[in-house]
């Protein structure tokens, strides 16, 4: 319990990181921003187009009597459309991650820097495109299996009772330990820790990813707070990036920052 009220911490500490550093959390709502419409015009296509497409992949359906053959369509594009809500969940973090790669970096990079006790932060040394070549591969490897966990929990949805008590709780458990990895990627990917040792690192402390994690992904699930808070997320994955590790971390002084705030008489 300790460590899920400290996952939690990690989370308001990321958000207040960026709310000091305006210009830090202008550069980080570009990239949620540029997802955010590409999403929303895919939804809309599909909203509007679903149910032909549903038509033109069911011909088989096409000799049923009425209204079996409308009632069986339009349960398939409900079906189709809620997958897509699950899909664009699942992988809005890794597309906004892949898609603001320099500038998650570089905030990323300004919050260890902020925090080191000797003022610097890790560095790859790799180019940028290979960067990109490796986040976008691990995404897609985290993506598969999040939609494997998804595919399994939608069909255990089915189950009396079950389907819709104890299944939706571990679902956003597990949203939420997919969307910590992606997170923290980005600081634990420019340290050299590959994808095979962040989970192992992530599972060793699962009720801290988990107090981190899950209520973001339950925060995701509102229109539009995805975008504002993936700068403050990015800024906390990195500060509990540095404790996964064992780095020394120097920690700031909300009185430091009230007498910055507050002038003096």
């Known amino acids: 319990m300790r460590d899920l009220g400290a996952g939690f911490h990690y989370l308001l500490k990321g958000q207040r ?9 202008g550069f980080g709502l570009i990239p949620g921003l540029i997802t955010l ?18 038509s033109w992949s069911t011909p088989f359906a096409d000799h049923w009597s009425s209204p079996w053959r409308g009632l069986f369509r339009e349960f398939l594009t409900v079906v189709l459309f809620a997958l897509a809500l699950l899909l664009a969940v699942l992988t809005f973090t890794a597309v906004t991650l892949l898609i603001g790669q320099p500038f998650y970096e570089n905030l990323s990079e300004k919050v260890d820097r902020d925090v080191s006790p000797d003022g610097t932060a890790p560095e790859s040394g790799l180019p940028l495109w290979r960067e990109l070549w490796i986040s976008a591969r691990d995404s897609l490897r985290i993506v598969v299996r999040a939609l494997l966990w998804a595919v399994l929990l939608f069909a255990l949805g089915f189950v009396p009772v079950v389907g819709q008590t104890v299944v939706p709780v571990i679902g956003f458990f597990v949203t939420g330990f997919f969307l910590t990895e992606e997170l923290t990627a980005v600081a634990l990917q420019r340290r050299g820790v590959d994808l095979r040792a962040r989970l192992t690192l992530l599972r060793s402390r699962k009720t801290l990813i988990w107090g981190f994690g899950t209520p973001l992904g339950l925060s995701f699930l509102v229109p539009f707070v995805a975008v504002f808070l993936m700068p403050g997320a990015v800024a906390g ?7 996964l590790l064992g780095e020394e971390t120097r920690e700031e002084s909300d009185e430091e920052d009230d007498a910055q705030a507050v002038p003096g008489p």
């Open 17 to 25: 990181w960026v709310a000091r550093h305006g210009k830090q959390y």
């Open 237 to 243: 994955a990195t500060l509990m990036a540095r404790e």
């Open 37 to 54: 419409v590409l999403y929303a015009v895919a939804l809309v296509a599909l909203a509007t187009w679903g149910g032909d497409a549903v």
